[in-house]
């Protein structure tokens, strides 16, 4: 089996649109991500891989879920093309390409393009994705290159309001 879990980045600050690349985490972001982060390792997710957006909100909430985690800061892989715009088609040939040795991906972005993956990926999804959810997809696969659009299951999905 391979799981990828989506996070939508935490609650960022609502000024600086004009400089969106660097807008930062909330206190309540980084609460949430804190929150979320710890109820992953309650369900005992430990990542074998974190890609994350270089946004700076993004990376603050991909490196509280790391410290959480157990997982190295320093080997979170950051994607550009999951900030400017990567296509549901080739994120799917992203993940097809990871090294099957990994089974468990934690993936950090934006949305819409975090809802357009979710719907892509997954069987059926029509949920809202707040900031900070997290959504766990299951593949019966032992090889990530036999991903295929539309075959995960939801193994769960959290988010902040769950917990409040």
Known sequence: MKRVILVRHAKSV???YDQDFDRILTDRGEDDAQM???TLKEKNVKPDLI???PAIRTSQTAWIFADTL???KKMILFEKKLYSGKTPENFLL?????EDEKGTVLVFGHNPTI???LHYLLREFHDDVPTCSTVGIDFEVDNWN???EHHGKIAFRLIPDMYK
């Open 70 to 72: 157990g997982y190295s």
């Open 94 to 98: 992203m993940l097809k390409e990871l």
């Open 146 to 148: 036999k991903l295929r």
């Open 51 to 53: 890609i994350a957006s």
């Open 14 to 16: 609502s000024h600086g």
């Open 115 to 117: 809802y357009y993956y």
């Open 36 to 38: 979320i982060a710890i």
